[in-house]
């Protein structure tokens, strides 16, 4: 496998001077098995536009793209790059969508299609010459075939949100984002009358379990994409609930989880490149027998597993 990212960035497109070194397009991730001469795409945020891009200059010439996207939620800056993925304009394309669906009934061809209508872009889906095929993803196993298998696991964001778990021979591939810890919902002060010691209990050992099967799901990986937005203050004072994890939260998780590498993804758009620089300086380290090497993520960086 080889992993390219194309788009880092949590939230906003934030193109400019101040991240230039890191990025500023929104999730887009390519998995590349050379070998099997086959694509997966995780996300379509405003990355997927140069990966469509670099496509059409070496894919296309080899013969129709043939591709998949695993979307890991349908939040604006994960699917707002597809009206703009060439491949997609292209006659004999053929593109298989994958991703959770929760919002109102609504079909994953709605959510992510609809963005094609004449209420918010000049080409309607329908006007689209690429042969596209929408699937529903629930949490599970699945065999997608070339000996690649695929496991899914629900994060905790505010919709519906999958990780995803790849192997291919005796290598391991994983993303949790976007996500943060799971945690206790029930009042656990006992002056608030709306106190229940009961309830409280449940909710502490539900949240615990939820994130030992996080951990569990990314166990021994050679690779994990981490969401990572904040730090632990930045978390705690003001961003708790907004579906994202602290640093200090995801670098204890992956050394109990035996990580090999990891990189920290969905970098805050208010986040410049000498902040990044500076984070960097503080969690970043080139592993050992006891601790994941970790990285922060970067447009155009390859990962070779």
């Known amino acids: 496998m080889n992993i390219r990212f194309w788009g880092v960035r949590g939230s906003i497109p934030c193109p400019g001077p101040l991240t230039m070194k890191y990025g500023g397009n929104t999730p887009c991730i390519e998995v590349r098995f050379e070998e099997l001469d086959r694509l997966i795409i995780i996300d379509a945020g405003s990355g997927i ?23 890991s939620h349908t939040h604006w800056d994960h699917i707002m790059g597809f009206p703009f993925f060439t491949p997609t304009y292209i006659p004999g394309t053929k593109l298989k969508i994958y991703g959770p669906v929760s919002y109102e009934g609504e079909t994953l061809e709605q959510i992510v299609g609809g963005q094609l209508s004449y209420r918010y872009f000049p080409v309607r889906e329908a006007e689209l010459a690429a042969d596209i095929e929408y699937i529903h993803l629930k949490e599970g196993r699945f065999n997608l075939g070339d000996g690649i ?40 002060d006992p002056e608030d009358p709306s106190f229940d010691e009961g309830m409280a209990e449940e909710g502490k050992l539900v949240a615990r379990e939820q994130n030992e099967m996080v951990e569990s799901f990314c166990l021994g990986a050679d690779l994990l994409i981490q969401d990572a937005q904040y730090t632990q203050e930045e ?62 993520a970067r447009e155009g960086f390859q990962i070779d597993l």
């Not at 536009?49 to 979307?71: A, C, S, V, W």
């Open 49 to 71: 536009r140069e990966l469509g891009n670099y496509m059409m200059q070496h894919d296309l010439p080899k013969g129709p793209i043939k591709t998949e996207i695993f979307l």
């Open 235 to 296: 978390y705690e004072s003001s961003k708790t609930g907004w579906g994202h994890s602290s640093y200090e939260y995801v670098c204890a998780a992956a050394k109990r989880a035996g990580i090999k590498r990891m990189a920290l993804f969905h970098h805050d758009p208010m986040r410049t490149d000498a902040q990044i620089d500076e984070l960097a300086e503080k969690y970043c380290n080139a592993g050992s027998n006891e601790n994941p090497e970790i990285i922060f």
């Open 149 to 188: 298998s695929l496991t899914t696991k629900y994060l905790n964001h505010p919709i519906l949100c999958l990780g995803y778990r790849f192997e291919y021979k005796d290598k391991i591939f994983c993303t949790a984002f976007d996500t943060e810890p799971f945690r206790n919902l029930f009042c656990t």
